[in-house]
């Protein structure tokens, strides 16, 4: 059975905005926000009464996860 989940992942169409979305509008917290050499963004959400959930703001299919 399981009893927590510590990791998930959100597919988002544009990282800055779900970074807008969860950060400044629902007080999500940020984990980690890391741009890869080759231009990938790794984003991480925690949010406020959930600090040991971690939600992956993952790039879908077709944007191509880089920092604007």
């Not at 399981?2 to 917290?29: C, P, R, W």
């Amino acid at each position: 059975m399981i009893t927590k989940l510590s990791h998930t992942s959100f597919f988002v169409s544009d990282q800055n905005k779900a970074y807008e979305f969860y950060v400044n509008k629902l007080g999500f917290k940020v984990n980690t926000d890391a741009t890869m050499e080759n231009g990938f963004r790794w984003l991480t959400v925690t949010p406020p009464d959930q600090p040991d959930l971690e939600i992956v703001l993952f790039p879908a299919a077709g944007s191509n996860g880089r920092r604007s």
